[in-house]
């Protein structure tokens, strides 16, 4: 090093140590087998005498063995859209850069052996602990003279007047029992929360839908107005929204205008503070195919060398992903190209070594978590594309340490709805409420029996369109069994389903206690 170049450096290393004080700055010695590193710990040593500040010996980590260099430089090659024998690259020369041992570092650095102990000290000094099976939600704060539950149950008397002609002893023992419920599981301050910004929601003109999944049979939700649906009337079972004998936070997916969606997160942003309230991180991964492609393309092997190669994995069934691995043991064809041809042989195991990581990180499009505290005392964060802040943890692990995920879900067909109930009240004077309009309409239920359900929620594909012009609907209920068979298991039942409507007297029950639950589905479970 030039005196110049180390003068420079002594002054720079004062500065540092002026802000972090002694003992909390440290002179910092890698040895990646680049010969200007040994150069520099020369140097380095020499001013940690000279200054009297510590060394600390260290190496810069990107894999965590040895055998992972070759895979990690396909993956930079990958994320750079370079190709491997480029010369003009970004590359970690060398193949030093995994975790290496104690014994391994001792081997490295014999003349620093001051250094090796301040490693060990600083890693001592690191303390976290991560709390799993906690929840950390959020406390809702509550008009004065009323605690949580006592304004939760307010709340919910208050709806029940507006949902209910009269409350009957059952309506308001499903009510107590599900409150109950909530209380002893702790989730009070989540109906709350919920409840007010849709609230919010409402009040503002931004369209709310009417709730879908397990929440729907809750008389709780109903009765605050977080799902329009009765779950009385319908026959739905609060257990499999929360159930105290398996304790898992509540869900409650809740759609919003495509357009006005961000307002409720503003809103939601403006009451807990922009610290406590984050969106989601989510990774794009390497599949199988897309994996030896990736590789194919990084490794500069001709394209339809790489396709022949890809397409050997089967496509998912499903929705369950056939991996590298298990494509080789299914199929024999893939099998004897990878034995027999050196080069495909390589392509496939950088591929499974590179399977599953990801690709790309980009926002969940629902996922926002609100804390009890600053998100980043529980997560790390970090900005996405467009500068917004983000976890860094995906949604499974958030809810595993305990935090609030709520997923604010933009849904086009709402904003539709939105405005032509707008311009029918422009152009013909005529005001809609969708949520008391009229679900045993006939010409409404035997047109979606056409197949003509463009622009229906759920309704719109080639295959749903072919199965309502089988199913023929002819009540609500029908459209519901018809999206709830609709997907991979249970289509499996549609013949059946679909012979018990047309033919009732196919129909047997094996046990007839169960004929009251599976009357309205035709005897199918």
């Known amino acids: 090093i030039t005196k110049g170049l180390y003068d ?286 990736d590789v194919g393309r990084a490794l500069d092997l001709p394209y339809n060398y790489v396709d022949v190669i890809a397409k050997q994995i089967p496509m998912p069934k499903q929705g369950a992903k056939v991996t590298i691995k298990e494509a080789l043991q299914v199929n024999p064809e893939l099998r004897e190209i990878y034995e027999s041809d050196e080069q495909a042989k390589n392509l496939i195991d950088m591929s499974m070594r590179l399977e599953g990581l990801p690709r790309h990180t980009s926002m969940h499009a629902a996922g926002v978590v609100i804390s009890q505290k600053d998100v980043s005392e529980y997560v790390p964060l970090s900005r996405a594309s467009d500068g917004s802040i983000v976890t860094q943890f995906t949604m499974t692990t958030l809810e595993e340490l305990g935090l609030l995920k709520m997923d604010f879900l933009g849904l086009r067909t709402l904003t539709v709805i939105q405005n032509a109930v707008k311009l029918i009240q422009k152009d013909a004077g005529v005001t809609l409420d969708m949520q008391k309009i009229n679900y045993d309409d006939k010409k409404v239920l035997d047109s979606l029996g056409t197949g003509r359900s463009d622009g229906v929620f759920q309704l719109e594909s080639a295959g749903m369109k072919n199965f309502m012009k089988e199913l023929k609907p002819q009540s609500l209920e029908d459209v519901i069994a018809g999206i709830s068979l609709y997907r991979p298991g249970p289509m499996d039942f549609i013949p059946q389903y679909i012979r018990g409507k047309n033919r009732p007297d196919t129909i047997r029950y094996d046990c007839p206690q169960l004929e009251p639950i599976l009357k309205p589905t035709y005897g199918c479970i």
């Open 8 to 293: 420079e450096a002594k002054k720079a290393a004062l500065r540092y140590e002026a802000c972090f004080g002694k003992g909390n700055y440290f002179l910092e010695l890698q040895d990646h087998g680049i010969a200007d590193q040994a150069t520099v710990n020369q140097g380095l040593l020499r001013m940690s005498e000279e200054l009297k500040i510590p060394l600390v010996a260290t190496n810069d980590v990107h894999y965590i063995t040895a055998e992972d260099a070759e895979p990690h430089d396909i993956l930079l090659c990958i994320q750079t859209q370079k190709k491997v024998q480029d010369e003009d690259r970004m590359r970690y020369e060398g193949g030093q850069y995994y975790l290496k041992s104690e014994d391994e570092m001792k081997a490295l650095f014999p003349y620093a052996q001051e250094a090796l102990e301040n490693t060990s000290k600083i890693a001592e000094r690191c303390h976290v602990e991560i709390e799993f099976g906690k929840y950390k939600l959020p406390k809702y704060d509550v008009p004065e003279g009323f605690t949580a539950d006592s304004y939760l149950q307010k709340l919910c008397q208050d709806g029940m007047k507006k949902r209910y002609e009269e409350i009957t002893t059952q309506l308001q023992e499903r009510l107590d029992y599900e409150l109950d419920t909530i209380r002893t599981m702790g989730f009070v301050d989540y109906f709350l929360i919920v409840w007010d910004f849709i609230r919010y929601a409402r009040e503002n003109g931004i369209s709310v839908g009417p709730g879908r999944g397990s929440a729907a049979g809750s008389i709780v939700a109903y009765s605050l107005g977080i799902t329009s649906i009765d779950p009385i009337k319908y026959d739905l079972l609060f257990e499999r929204f929360l159930n105290p004998e398996r304790v898992t936070m509540p869900d409650i997916d809740i759609d919003f205008c495509y357009e006005r969606r961000p307002e409720v997160i503003d809103y939601v942003v403006r009451k807990y503070g922009k610290d406590h309230v984050v969106q989601i991180v989510t990774f794009g991964t390497m599949a199988a195919r897309n994996a030896i492609r």
